[in-house]
């Protein structure tokens, strides 16, 4: 239930939206997919010990810095998506 919920709020927002949102959801990836490969491709060949422990790292930190742009992404759907559920077009704004 609570995906069928989530993906009623998502498609509420539109279709464009969610297919913006899939879009730039594949583009993170893909780049930190090549980030990766041009980071693995520039580091070399080396000793399989070193590899190990040398590739782990280059992981990790290709994780920090896509992990909050992947994050930035989601919160923006989250907050579009429950913002579209919750507007309504003949909604008075009450100023105190």
């Known amino acids: 239930m609570p995906a069928f919920n989530a993906l009623r709020h998502v498609l509420r927002a539109g279709a464009g939206f969610l297919g913006a949102f899939v879009v730039g959801f594949g583009l993170l990836e893909l780049a930190e997919k090549w980030a990766g490969y041009w980071l693995h491709a520039f580091v070399g060949e080396i000793d399989l010990p070193v590899q190990f422990f040398a590739f782990d790292l280059l992981e990790f930190w290709l994780g920090v810095v896509f992990m909050p ?5 989601l919160a923006a759907a989250f907050g579009l998506g429950f913002g579209a559920a919750q507007a309504t077009p003949d909604a008075e704004e009450v100023t105190p």
């Open 69 to 73: 742009l992947r994050l930035c992404l």
